[in-house]
């Protein structure tokens, strides 16, 4: 009924004249005109008597999207405060302590992986710390093969020491000068400057309380005559940069004009040797041998993949004339590459290795390197030998590793160190054999572990907890020192038996500081780029591992070395060189 009712009034207010309509006449209607008539009065109070509708449903067609849209924008500014916070940090520094006189100092040689985790970890106000080394950076060694092809710039990275040690509690004194010789006995350091700028002293000593040897290693040429001479290395930035020159000074002279075909065919061969070698060392408390794979590793692969990547991505395009004469060779020593991976992922990077055109050769060591060619001992599959002749352009000589002159002095001076051969021989807490209050660690400390960047890490972090938990224990030490003194001189029962209520909590303490068990190296895994945007990886999990390969590797592989870069600015150089590079490609000049 109220419908029916509400219909009629409609049908009657639509044929009545509108009072707008009459107000835009010639003439105005007077007020009286312009107020409700009754039938629009009994519309409206139909109308505000009508049952309010039922609020519908939100549409979930697309509410995956609104929410995903909604964690993405949060995360960005969340991540986007983070980086913010993250550079005003590293920008600005606090304020640090002052050195103490009466504490103990502690020498750091090198600013590798084990001295900069070291470094990381350490109560820098528990010492008074002195770093000594040639470089004054740190250098993420992972990515230096991608630097000699410009796919990472050098400088993105190098991490300044003086940034890592400015945000310490305690200062930290650093001198840029290469050790050269370590008296046990005296326990002082001589140093030289070898800066290219000379200042009125150029040698002094640097008395220790404790010291850590981290200096690394140098590249080994296992007595091969001709590699000093000839061959590039691909330990430091410099070997990079030299690199970089000498391979584009091939490609050049190669266009030079009336260059014979078979001059060109050698300046565009390039040879990548990793002289991978297993050695055998003993396992103390085992009282056996342990074979580690000396050498193989990654570097040489890497390096092969990205110079590989280089020319198809981009020489090609800029230079095509070399199109069918540029060549990379991958010589290995071993019987495959990447021993430390499982065998189905180095079957994987043999095959892709392949696919690219990169000539792997194994089985095969290098005899003797002049500027031309190598010699080459080649073991056939039945056992037997041949030598062959590969002329080549540029010889990248990319592992191996060899004890510094200052660690072989110091080996010279200990006794215990007569039968060491790979450098200083370290007990289960990386205590040098043969002294007291010295440490080593990395390449250049013998142990039953293969010389690479995660054993060195793990290292550090080791001997800055054992560092720490020295220090807790002196201090703990003194205040029960104290204690005991002053039960001495009290005369009240109530207060002596306070006081030894105190020193029951403190010999605990002390028992808890120290109780740290040897350093005991746990693998956390290996990756390798192998080219064309892949990658392998064999990671710890669980009580396996897990293996993989291929283009979804090779996004993990940048990611986990993205999270790896020691700083924030570090991972943003990074990650802007791999987009320059995805967007404007790679430069072919020759510096």
Known sequence: MASARLSTMQAALRMR????????????????????????????????????????????????????????KWTALLGTAYLAYSIYETRYPQEQIDPDPTKKTLVVLGTGWGS????????????????????????????????????????????????????????????????????HERRVIVCNDNSDIKGDVNQTEIPFDYLVVGVGAESATFGIPGVKEHACFLKEISDAQKIRKKVMDCIETAM????????????????????????????????????????????????????????????????????????????????????MFSKTLIEYTEKTLNEEKISLRTK?????????????????????KELQVLPYGCLIWATGNAVRPVVRDLMSQIPAQKNSRRGLAVNEYLVVDGTDGIWA????????????????????????????????????????THLEELAATSDSDADKESIKNQLAVKEKAVRKVKQLSPFEYTHQGSLAY??????????????????????????????????????TRNRVLVALDWLKVKVFGRDVSRE
């Open 530 to 567: 192998i080219g064309m945007e892949r990658a392998v990886a064999d990671i710890a999990w669980w009580n396996g591992n897990f293996a993989s390969g291929g283009a979804w590797t090779y996004l993990f592989w940048r990611s986990a070395y993205l999270s790896m870069c020691f700083s």
């Open 17 to 72: 004249p509108s009072p707008i309509g009459l107000n835009t006449g010639r003439f105005i209607l007077p007020r009286q005109a312009l107020r409700p008539s009754p039938e629009r009065a009994a519309i409206q109070r139909a109308y505000s008597t009508a049952p309010t509708p039922l609020p519908q449903p939100p549409k979930k067609k697309f509410r995956f999207i609104r929410t995903a849209w909604s964690v993405t």
């Open 441 to 480: 660690l990395g390449d250049c400390s013998a142990t039953k572990y293969a010389p690479t960047a995660q054993v060195a890490s793990q290292q550090g972090a080791f001997l800055a907890r054992l560092f720490n938990n020295m220090a807790k224990t002196q201090n703990i030490e003194k205040e029960m």
């Open 256 to 339: 030079f004009k009336d260059q014979s075909q078979e001059e060109k065919d050698r300046l565009l061969h390039m040879i990548l040797n990793t002289p991978g070698s297993v050695v055998f060392v003993r396992n103390k408390t085992a009282d056996s041998m342990t074979q580690v794979v000396v050498g193989g590793g990654p570097t040489g692969v890497e390096f092969a993949a990205e110079l590989q990547d280089f020319f198809e991505d981009d020489l090609r395009k800029w230079v095509p004339d070399i199109s069918d004469s540029f060549h990379v060779t991958l010589v290995e020593a071993l019987p495959n590459v990447l021993p």
């Open 116 to 183: 900069v985790a070291l470094l990381k970890k350490l109560d820098t106000e528990n010492y008074n710390v002195i770093v000594v080394s040639p470089r004054n950076f740190f250098l993420f060694t992972p990515l230096l093969p991608s630097c000699p092809t410009g796919t990472v710039e050098h400088r993105s990275i190098m991490e300044p020491i003086r940034h890592i040690i400015r945000h310490k509690k305690g200062t930290v004194q650093f001198y840029e000068a290469d050790a050269t010789k370590i008296d």
């Open 364 to 384: 095969t060591m290098v005899k003797k390197v002049t500027d031309k060619y190598i010699e080459a001992e080649v073991t056939r599959p039945d056992g037997s």
